[in-house]
Each structure stands twice: as structure tokens, then as C-alpha cells.
């Protein structure tokens, strides 16, 4: 089936750091989201794309489709303390199963000591 | 934006006894619910596909006995973990779907994490 690669699995920030993650996947997808879970929370949603090559912002928050409908990248600029938490890509495609999301396994945002 | 409810938070039972968890959309109807189990520092997997009025759609390896949904209703959903042991221990999550024309306007509860002992 369908897999997510998603990097990297951790990373530490500084406040005011920029931060990138991306996820790669074998076969295409239609549309590409990015969520953001807190501890004991559900996944909110923070960017969809819809079309190969788009580049779409929320606030500090930008993310890619990848021309090849492979892969996309989130980036956070000048990040600050309440942007910890785990960041998850998913894959959809529409015409399969109707809860068709593959999640990557995330990348988790921690605050440099 | 839309608001999905899931209740309770956390819960804490003894082996072999029933637990039932309920995905209430709020503001909105959704004709279709989505079940996930999240283990710790892992990703959300999908369990099963909840359809308002029908029978769930359970994905491979999901035990339909051991994990009944019911959609009673356009706003309710419920899971049940049936007799529930140590291994069935994790974050269920449900999340609803807004726009029956649109998969990724899914919005996610809270999340409900069990803990079997």
C-alpha cells in the first residue's frame, strides 16, 4: 500500500529559528495536507494543497506540492515556543476508500534546552 | 470552524469490560465518520469508515466484533471496544467529514486514550 516517508523524526528549535520538514511517498497523490497534533489532542488542520507545484501560506506556516505529486515540504519561519508539538503530512486520494488520509508518522517539534 | 466533540477524554477500565467512546459533530452534520487508533510516537491509522445509517466500513486486520461502530445519527458516532484487554491500550480518535464532496475537510476530535488494566 501507500507509505509516507516523513523527516525529519525530530528536530529541536530555537525561538526564532526557521524550521522545513518534508514527506516523500512512492506512488502520487491528488492532495496533500498538513496537520499539527498537541499532547492529548486531535490533529488540526494547517495547509492543504490541492495542485502539483502549489505553494500555499498560513501565517508563519508555508507548504509545497511537489511537481511530481510525490512530496511536499512545511516550513515555519521565526519560530516561537507554542509551535511544539508533532507535525504530520497525509496523502489523499480521492475514488478509494472514503477515509482514504495517509498519515505519515510525523516529525516532532521540541525546544532546544 | 467546525467543532467534533469526543468523549470521554480518557478512560481507565478493567480487563474484559466493555468501553464505549462517542464522536459527536457539533455544528454541522456529517454523514460520514472516520475512526483512528494512534500508539505512542506513531501515526494515526485508520480503523474504520462510519456511514450514517449503514453498516462501518472496517479497514484489514480491524476486528468488526471486537470494535462496533454505530452512526445512529446525522452528529453521533460511537466506538466500542468490547471486552477490552492490555493490548487494546491506546489513543482512539475520530474526526468527521464536513463536506461530503470534500475528504480533507476533516475535522478531528479530541482524542480519547485507553488505558486497559
Known amino acids: 500500500g501507500q507509505q509516507l516517508n516523513q523527516s525529519p523524526q525530530s528536530m529541536f528549535i530555537q525561538e526564532g529559528e526557521d524550521v522545513s520538514m518534508n514527506c516523500t511517498s512512492s506512488s502520487i497523490f491528488n492532495t496533500w495536507l498538513w496537520y499539527k497534533q498537541d499532547p492529548g489532542e486531535g490533529p488540526v488542520l494547517l495547509i492543504a494543497?490541492?495542485?502539483?507545484?502549489e505553494l500555499t501560506s498560513n501565517g508563519r506556516l508555508t507548504a509545497q506540492f511537489g511537481i511530481t505529486r510525490k512530496d511536499s515540504f512545511l516550513n515555519i519561519s521565526a519560530s516561537i515556543p507554542s509551535d511544539v508539538g508533532i507535525y504530520f503530512c497525509a496523502g489523499l486520494n480521492y475514488g478509494g476508500s472514503q477515509g482514504n488520509l495517509i498519515f505519515g508518522k510525523g516529525t516532532k517539534l521540541s525546544v532546544k534546552p | 470552524g467546525a467543532v467534533v466533540s469526543q468523549h470521554p477524554s480518557w478512560v481507565i477500565c478493567k480487563s474484559g469490560t466493555s468501553v464505549k467512546i462517542e464522536c459527536r459533530s457539533l455544528?454541522?452534520?456529517?454523514?460520514?465518520m472516520f475512526w483512528y487508533r494512534q500508539f505512542p510516537k506513531q501515526s494515526l491509522m485508520l480503523m474504520a469508515t462510519s456511514n450514517e445509517g449503514s453498516k462501518a466500513t472496517y479497514e484489514q486486520g480491524v476486528e468488526k466484533d471486537k470494535f462496533l461502530i454505530n452512526h445512529a445519527s446525522l452528529t453521533l458516532s460511537t466506538l466500542t471496544v468490547t471486552s477490552a484487554h492490555p493490548e487494546d491500550s491506546s489513543f482512539y480518535i475520530c474526526?468527521?467529514?464536513?463536506?461530503?464532496?470534500?475528504?480533507?475537510?476533516?475535522?478531528f476530535g479530541s482524542g480519547t486514550q485507553l488505558s486497559v488494566l
Open positions: 494543497l490541492y495542485k502539483a507545484g
Open positions: 455544528d454541522f452534520q456529517a454523514t460520514t
Open positions: 474526526s468527521a467529514r464536513a463536506d461530503h464532496r470534500a475528504n480533507e475537510k476533516l475535522f
